[in-house]
């Protein structure tokens, strides 16, 4: 079946280590992204990817990075420099990274918790 | 100022009944689009429903329509027949054209609905 599969579902952290989250999607899309959200609230978004090799910061970028070696693929690490990490991580992919009327679907979302 | 405003926290609706999640937007741009997402408890966004700014009739998916008044700046769902399976956080999102040629989603905060039986 089509779609994109995050892992892990759940995953605990110590303070100070350096986490990577995993996402791979095969419906074949160019444009991929992270998104992050935290109790209560919307989402906000951390990268995204118009194509292979190439990524652009979002609004939250700070203490993340990302790579984007594959078409299908792009994992989010989570560094030491992200203060507040404990969140919702949600990996998304549209057919095109422009255009008003692609839908952007999502993975079913990594919990991360630091401990 | 918020580009998407979804003023209600919470709704509740009874089983069967019709309920109406209200959600404003803020942009300049002529070219734009409005999705509702659906979050269970479990956590995956579910795509629902999309209109674009230029499409004359409000889009409808099933049980799903969206009330579309562009002078007002609304795009609210409506969902008809409630079931307890639309127990569920409700996103409003809206898509714009960015400078470089792509664009991304911004959301609204959310709103949680409990449908009673």
């Known amino acids: 079946d089509g779609g994109i599969t995050q892992s892990p579902k759940y995953l605990f952290r110590k303070e100070g280590q350096n986490v990577t989250l995993s996402c791979e999607q095969n419906?074949?899309?160019?444009?991929m992204y992270w998104y992050r959200q935290d109790p209560g609230q919307g989402l906000r978004l951390i990268y995204y990817s118009q194509i292979v090799n190439d990524f652009q910061k979002g609004d939250i970028a700070e203490g993340y990075s990302v790579s984007r070696e594959k078409k299908e693929s792009f994992p989010l690490t989570v560094t030491s420099a992200q203060k507040n990490p404990t969140a919702f991580y949600l990996c998304?992919?549209?057919?095109?990274?422009?255009?008003?009327?692609?839908?952007?679907?999502f993975g079913e979302g990594s919990w991360l918790t630091v401990v | 100022a918020q580009k998407i405003t979804q003023t209600q926290p919470g709704m509740f609706v009874q089983e069967k009944e019709a309920v109406t999640l209200d959600c404003t937007y803020d942009t300049s741009d002529p070219s734009y689009g409005l999705f509702w997402y659906k979050q269970p408890s479990s956590g995956e966004m579910i795509f629902l429903i999309y209109q674009g700014s230029y499409d004359q009739q409000n889009a409808t998916e099933g049980r799903y329509s969206l009330n579309f008044q562009k002078a007002r700046k609304s795009a609210n769902l409506v969902i008809s027949a409630s079931q307890l399976g639309d127990s569920a956080m409700y996103f409003c999102a809206m898509r714009e054209d960015g400078f470089s040629g792509y664009s991304t989603l911004t959301f609204g905060k959310g709103t949680m609905l409990l449908v009673s039986p």
């Open positions: 419906l074949n899309h160019d444009a």
């Open positions: 998304a992919s549209s057919i095109l990274a422009g255009g008003t009327g692609n839908t952007i679907y």
